[in-house]
């Protein structure tokens, strides 16, 4: 896939095995958008995704997981008994929120953004997942209509 990156807004994964603009074959030195989390999760993201359609002109947002994501491993459970260690006083904040384990497929993710009053309604959404062995890319939810 080459790629111009002009509004697009690519949300992956903080895993430094990643590198979405070779992935994605966007060229650094254009505009493209980059937002990182752990798992490339939406919830986690979506101040960012819709404060950046007040800036500027994203007419696509990708969404990227990927396989052997570390997000897969862990679960909320664990990471909040870990967090809550580090920072006992914050038990109950830390008990109220999500932290993003991936139990479910990319379609979730841009299920919440086609979902979200803040996205707006003509945004081009696609899903897809990056086999992080082989290299292989799969679009598992929309269909890329032009280059990104
Ligand atoms: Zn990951």
Excluded: W
């Excluded at 459970?77 to 139990?103: C, D, R, T, V």
């Amino acid at each position: 896939m080459r790629a111009s990156g002009v509004g697009v807004v690519v949300l992956s994964c903080s895993d430094p095995r990643l590198n979405p603009y070779q992935i994605l074959g966007i060229d650094p030195t254009l505009k493209a958008t980059m937002v990182r989390n752990a798992g490339g999760r939406v919830f986690d993201a979506i101040r960012t995704l819709s404060v950046s359609q007040t800036i500027g002109t994203p007419g696509t947002i990708v969404v990227m997981h990927h396989t052997d994501c570390g997000m897969t491993h862990y679960h909320d459970p664990a990471i909040k008994k870990a967090l809550i260690e580090i920072a006992p006083e914050e038990h109950e904040s830390i008990e109220a929120s999500q932290f993003g384990e991936i139990i479910t497929s990319v379609r979730a993710d841009v299920a919440i953004l086609k979902a979200s009053p803040l996205i707006k309604k003509d945004t081009q959404i696609v899903g897809l997942k990056y086999e992080i062995n082989t290299g292989v890319l799969m679009v598992v939810d929309g269909e890329i209509k032009s280059e990104l």
